[in-house]
T-cell receptor
């Protein structure tokens, strides 16, 4: 069964450093998403991406965040200057269509900022 | 946007017991999914169920779209069922909105 894969599974970084979280969505999917879950809280939407551009973003997705699809398979989330409060689980998801379709989630990257 | 409420927030069960988890939506949804978050933090997709009823082993789910709620049934619970159960939904082209989850603890 096709799946969304994320790397790394766990990333520890020092405050102020840049991190890149990587995702390989399902190959024939067109819409890509990043979600964030701070420990013990609910999963929150960050950004959606379609046709090589951001289609929607939340208030959380400020200037320190960026997304990119550098090639035909990878979808990345970059955090430019990490803060302690960026520590969270980050999930990538993809869908074949934007509406009325199931979202498939990766296993997540646990980011710890020290 | 859509608000998602899950109940109960916490649930403790004896192994072998049955349970029902509920998800209410503030508005109509086109998509509805249930997830299980395991102790390692991974989101396991349980059901994609915008309407109707589905079953998968000891788990089943029912969504009544017209009344804006969904139920997840767990029968003969096992310790491996422990974790947090999330429902999430969206309408139109909006991203999925998650509830706060139900934390289930199954004790032997």
């Amino acid at each position: 069964e096709p799946e969304v894969t994320q790397t790394p599974s766990h990333q520890v970084t020092q405050m102020g450093q840049e991190v890149i979280l990587r995702c390989v969505p399902i190959s024939n999917h067109l819409y890509f998403y990043w979600y964030r879950q701070i420990l013990g809280q609910k999963v929150e939407f960050l950004v959606s991406f379609y046709n090589n551009e951001i289609s929607e973003k939340s208030e959380i997705f400020d200037d320190q965040f960026s997304v990119e699809r550098p090639d035909g398979s990878n979808f990345t989330l970059k955090i430019r200057s990490t803060k302690l409060e960026d520590s969270a689980m980050y999930f990538c998801a993809s869908t074949s269509l934007q509406a009325n379709t199931e979202a498939f989630f990766g296993q997540g990257t646990r980011l710890t900022v020290v | 946007g859509i608000q998602v409420e899950q109940s109960p927030p916490d649930l403790i069960l004896q192994e072998g017991a049955n349970s029902t988890l509920r998800c209410n939506f503030s508005d109509s949804v086109n998509n509805l999914q249930w997830f299980h978050q395991n102790p390692w933090g991974q989101l396991i997709n349980l059901f994609y169920i915008p309407s109707g009823t589905k079953q998968n082993g000891r788990l089943s789910a029912t969504t009544v779209a017209t009344e804006r709620y969904s139920l997840l049934y767990i029968s003969s619970s096992q310790t491996t069922d422990s974790g947090v159960y999330f429902c999430a939904g969206n309408s139109g082209n909006t991203p999925l909105v998650f509830g706060k989850g139900t934390r289930l603890s199954v004790i032997a």
